[in-house]
């Protein structure tokens, strides 16, 4: 009886240790202005096994006046891409709340429409479980959007679930996303939307 008891209290000792670090669940909302600028909105629940002093969450390039569970957020920049500073994270569950401006989300396309081109997730340095996003337009349009990863390209496709609703586009990832993933929603826009 005490060994059994003894080889429980290991096992259960042991646990965190083989569990991973990871995203359970990020909400993404983003609002697209007629000046091209993008306000985003999104919250991530993050369970950690190891302590971090600090751990760089990526949003993406052109970001500006980004605020961290309300408050102003230190930011660090690389390659382009800015990044939120997270610091003095111990291990367990935390929820943060993330709130930013990006510009450039808009070019021409080919043909001469504005495209929308919005990273959804830049590369997170752990796998994300549940991603769900919504996207509004500020009018109406006619194309469906495409969705691209760094893993799986347009293959991702298959795993996306969205539906469009006036001038929202709602969905979700429907398997877990590998670690430093990212995730691109395009879509062309009319001409008289800018």
């Known amino acids: 009886m005490r060994r059994l008891l003894i080889a429980i209290l290991v096992l259960f000792l042991l646990a965190p240790c083989c569990l991973a670090s990871e995203i359970t669940t990020m909400q993404s909302s983003a609002s697209l202005g007629t000046d091209g600028r993008v306000q985003v909105s999104l919250t991530a629940t993050i369970v950690l096994t190891e302590q971090h002093s600090t751990l760089l969450f990526p949003l993406g390039k052109n970001v500006s006046g980004v605020t961290l569970n309300g408050a102003s957020a230190r930011t660090t920049t690389t ?36 495209q929308l081109r919005l990273s959804l997730l830049s590369g997170f340095l752990y796998p994300t479980q549940h991603l769900s996003f919504s996207v509004t337009m500020p009018g109406s349009f006619t194309e469906n959007p495409t969705f691209s990863s760094g893993y799986h390209q347009n293959s991702i496709e298959s795993s996306i679930t969205y539906t469009v609703s006036g001038a929202t586009v709602t969905g979700s990832v429907d398997e877990p996303l590998k670690d430093r993933e990212t995730l691109v929603m395009t879509l062309r826009l009319p001409k008289e939307m800018f």
Do not use: A, E, K, W
């Not at 709340?97 to 808009?106: F, L, P």
């Open 79 to 114: 390659d382009g891409v800015v990044s939120v500073r997270l610091s003095n994270l111990v291990p367990g569950t935390h929820t943060f709340n993330i709130h930013y401006t990006q510009s450039q989300v808009v070019s021409m396309d080919d043909l001469g429409y504005p």
